[in-house]
């Protein structure tokens, strides 16, 4: 995982970046991004685990003033394990999940 951001001013969302393989999820992005699954998107995919969606902005800097001295300060190596992806829907300002599929293999990268 890389660095946490926010996606101020678009949103009041607060996310770590996924740095290592990040790339891998846009190549699957782009090519489910076609036929029926087409959607022309008001912003470019961004592989990321978000951590908060706040209200307004100046809570989103609150938090943000928060998290990034804990998230590198912190001794944690940073690698997670994904092991589901979920497809959503953007509804005005909510997210609403469509299907989860669970990921295989042994990975722990």
């Given at each position: 995982m890389g660095d946490v951001e926010s996606?101020?001013?678009a949103t009041p969302t607060v996310f770590i970046r996924v740095a290592h393989g990040a790339y891998r999820f846009r190549e699957l992005h782009d090519r489910l991004n076609?036929?029926?699954l087409k959607c022309d998107e008001p912003w470019p995919y961004m592989p990321h685990l978000t951590?908060?969606?706040?209200d307004t902005i100046d809570e989103a800097r609150?938090?943000?003033?928060?998290?990034?001295?804990?998230?590198?300060q912190s001794d944690d190596n940073r690698r997670i394990?994904?092991?589901?992806?979920?497809?959503?829907?953007g509804?005005?300002?909510?997210?609403?999940d469509?299907?989860?599929i669970p990921l295989g293999g042994t990975s722990t990268k």
């Open positions: 996606f101020i001013p076609n036929g029926a951590i908060v969606k706040m609150k938090v943000i003033g928060l998290a990034r001295p804990r998230w590198d394990r994904i092991d589901t992806l979920t497809f959503v829907k509804v005005g300002e909510r997210w609403i469509l299907a989860s």
